[in-house]
Every structure is written in C-alpha cells, then in structure tokens.
C-alpha cells in the first residue's frame, strides 16, 4: 500500500465549531507532516511528527492542535477558526524527515 | 533571502519541446532535492529525487543538479499538454532543518 489517505475531502466549518481532520498511511513511515496550502501558493508547513512525537511546530496558531495516536495515523483538530484559515489542508508521509515526501489527495476546508 | 527560489514563470512551451524549469537554493547543507508535480485542485506528486550532482533520468524527466552553484533543474522532454501543471521544487537536510518548497513554476504545454 502506497497510499497516504485523508478525510474527509471537503468540511465546511463555521467559526465556533469544533472538527478534526484524519490522514493515515500504511507504508511503514515514521515522519508525517500537516502542510496549508492556499491558492497559487506552496504548501506551508505546519507540523512535524518524527516517531510518533511532534518534532516541528511552524509557529501555527492554537486553533490548530495536532495528534498522532500512533505510527500510522495523524490527526489535525480545529476549534475556533477563522475565514482565513479556509486552505487545502495537506497531510503527508516520508521514511524519515529528510527524505521523500507522499502526499495524501488533501481535505478541502471552508470556514464560514 | 528565500531558502529555495524557482524560476517565477509561468512558462509555456510547444507540444514536443523540451521544457526547463529551474531552482536555486541557498543552504549548502541541502542534501536532498525533490520535483513535485501538481494540478490544479489536487496534491503534490513526487515524480523526481535526487541526492547526486549530475544527471538522473526517469522516462522523459531529466533532474540535475549542481551543488557547487546550488542549483536544481528539471528537464521534460517530449513535452505533452498533460504535463500542465505546477511544478515544486522542494530541499531537504540543511543546517537548519527547513522542510522548504519553492513558490512553484506554472508550466503549460500548447498543443
């Protein structure tokens, strides 16, 4: 399994709600990341997950709370967004952080 | 000065043609460059890596890269209007341990 999966594929959220984000692989990789995407943009890294322990925070805002239950799966919860937080919300995968990356299809999320 | 600079484009070239797209980065300890392809609407996909200075070749995409100018390129050949896309270049394993994509090149292909 090659796979990095992400759900759900589209969330619209209104500023006072509370939702999560899942990403999971299956290739044995031991670093996964959250990366932001807007349009016309690179994706921006948010978080690092090295071994299941968060390596890298890119100064993200509270709002946003990371979680990796184990070696396969992350989570990215959210409480409290803002309009402009509505991006591409990328996860992705590698053997180990300085390698290559694989990146999940993306959750698409609106907040109203 | 931006850790990893793509030439800005968009670039456009002839179905056939071949097309350059280039990346320079400014951490010597950059040990590892990727080309990431993306389509509008969807993630990036991992189509070259390469650790080496010189040549690395995989079907009609070339990856070069030149470490005492700090330079990255990607060359596709045969270039077909399914190759539009925005292409990332992306360094990894410098001193300060930056996870870092350039802002993309918009490369269309005309048939």
């Known amino acids: 399994d090659t796979e990095v999966t992400q759900t759900p594929k589209h969330l619209v959220m209104g500023m006072t709600n509370k939702k999560s984000l899942k990403c999971e692989q299956h290739?044995?990789?031991?670093?996964m990341y959250w990366y932001k995407q807007k349009a016309k943009k690179p994706p921006e890294l948010m978080f690092v997950?090295?071994?299941?322990?968060?390596?890298i925070n890119e100064s993200v805002p509270s709002r946003f709370s990371p979680e990796c239950p184990n070696s396969s799966l992350l989570n990215l919860h959210l409480h409290a967004l803002q309009p402009e937080d509505s991006a591409l919300y990328l996860c992705?995968?590698?053997?180990?952080?300085?390698?290559?990356?694989?990146f999940g299809p993306g959750t698409r999320l609106t907040v109203l | 000065q931006k850790e990893v600079e793509q030439n800005s484009g968009p670039l456009s070239v002839p179905e056939g043609a071949i097309a350059s797209l280039n990346c320079t980065y400014s951490?010597?300890?950059?040990?590892?460059f990727f080309w990431y392809r993306q389509y509008s609407g969807k993630s990036p996909e991992l189509i070259m890596s390469?650790?080496?200075?010189g040549d690395k070749e995989d079907g009609r995409f070339t990856a070069q890269l030149n470490k005492a100018s700090q330079y990255v390129s990607l060359l596709i050949r045969d270039s077909q209007p399914s190759d539009s896309a925005t292409y990332l270049c992306?360094?990894?394993?410098?001193?300060?341990?930056?996870?870092?994509f350039g802002k993309g090149t918009l490369l269309t292909v005309n048939p």
């Open positions: 992705a995968s590698s053997h180990l952080t300085k390698g290559e990356q694989f």
């Open positions: 290739m044995g990789h031991r670093a």
């Open positions: 997950y090295s071994y299941e322990k968060l390596s």
């Open positions: 951490d010597r300890g950059s040990q590892s």
């Open positions: 390469i650790y080496s200075n």
């Open positions: 992306r360094s990894s394993g410098g001193s300060n341990y930056k996870l870092t």
